[in-house]
Structure formats: structure tokens, C-alpha cells
């Protein structure tokens, strides 16, 4: 399924609500040095913005907030919010999205208007498609890199994704904490 090539470009086929049961969460366990295995339920809404001038940019873009369960529990183990723009001059997609844990994103990547998947990236240090995080995670849990792949499969599902590569205190490998999950439209 294409984007509408309109003001969202690719990413007009997101407006609505979303939910998905089937989600894969690895993540590090309490013990560092192992890796937890989470199933999850998730639901992301997509909003709307209109047009966001920065003098001769226009970016049109798309507010969202996800929420996800583990698999039978009632209260959320994780949430975010922020936008997704889309940079129709530049061919460009952006997600810029902060989590409460105390870390924020700037991830993006080249699309085109009628795009029905796409790779967006962000790197530490980066000044332009960085990462941010809060003293005791920069310290101990070091997010490093992150990588999203979105794909549009149809009208009424999306699949995505993500790799966020951490650094832990203490061990000499990378962690890829990784969350994969594949959503319905539901409204």
C-alpha cells in the first residue's frame, strides 16, 4: 500500500489507531547479562499536525503515542510519545520520540512520497539524527544506536522493527534490544 504522495506523503496511511498482540520484546533482564523475552500488545494512535514551517522547510507530520503490555498484565511496561514528519522537499521521514525512562530520539531516513516501507536511523553524538539520554542511563545503559524499519503491508496493517543498541556497564559486548510487532487499524 502507497502513501497518498500528499502532504504526509508516506506517511498518510498511519492516521488512525492501531493494535497489535503479537509483539516481541528482547530486552536486558534485572541480571544484566542475560536477556529477557517479553510478548506484548500495543496500540499507537496517529493525529494530524498540519503544516510545521521552519522558514523555507515545511515539514507535515503526525503526533502518536504508544502504549505496550506484557502479554496478560493490565499495567504498561512501556510508553512514548512524539512525532512522525515528513519532509517532502528533502524525501525525508523523521520519528522524534521520547520515552519516560528518561531518553529522547531523532531517528530519519530517506523515503519516497508514495513509500510503503522505509529505514530510519540515529546515532549518539549525532548533532542532526541523535540520541539523548538522562545521566544514569548514559552511564549504565548507554543507548548508542537505533534503527527502525516500517513497512505499510495494506490499507489496515503496518509491521515494524526496531533495534536499539545499548551499551551496559560492564560487559564488553553490545546489547540489541530488539521489538518487532506487526498492528490492525482498528478506528
Excluded at 517479553?38 to 503515542?65: C, M, S, W
Excluded at 510519545?81 to 517532502?88: C, M, R, S
Excluded at 519516560?100 to 536511523?121: C, K, N, Q
Excluded at 553524538?125 to 541523535?130: A, D, F, P
Amino acid at each position: 500500500m502507497s502513501g497518498n504522495g500528499g502532504e504526509l506523503g508516506p506517511l498518510a496511511p498511519l492516521v488512525g489507531i492501531w493494535e497489535g498482540d503479537k509483539g516481541a520484546d528482547a530486552a536486558p533482564d534485572d541480571d544484566p547479562a542475560q536477556t529477557e523475552h517479553n510478548p506484548y500488545r500495543e496500540r499507537i494512535t496517529f493525529e494530524p499536525t498540519g503544516e510545521v514551517a521552519n522558514h523555507d522547510q515545511k515539514l507535515y507530520g503526525l503526533r502518536y503515542t504508544t502504549t505496550a503490555w506484557r502479554s496478560g498484565e493490565s499495567d504498561p511496561f512501556h510508553e512514548e510519545l512524539g512525532y512522525w514528519l515528513w519532509d517532502a522537499a528533502a524525501k525525508e521521514v523523521y520519528r522524534c520520540f521520547m520515552v519516560p525512562r528518561g531518553v529522547t530520539v531523532i531517528a530519519g531516513g530517506a523515503a519516497e512520497p508514495d513509500a510503503d516501507s522505509f529505514t530510519l536511523r540515529a546515532e549518539v553524538g549525532s548533532e542532526t539524527l541523535g540520541i539523548c539520554s538522562n545521566p544514569f542511563l548514559d552511564r549504565e545503559f548507554k543507548t548508542v544506536s537505533y534503527e527502525l524499519r516500517f513497512e505499510v503491508r495494506d490499507r489496515d496493517t503496518i509491521h515494524y522493527w526496531e533495534d536499539t543498541v545499548l551499551r551496559i556497564k560492564g560487559q564488553d559486548e553490545l546489547f540489541h534490544h530488539t521489538d518487532e510487532n506487526t498492528l490492525r487499524r482498528v478506528e
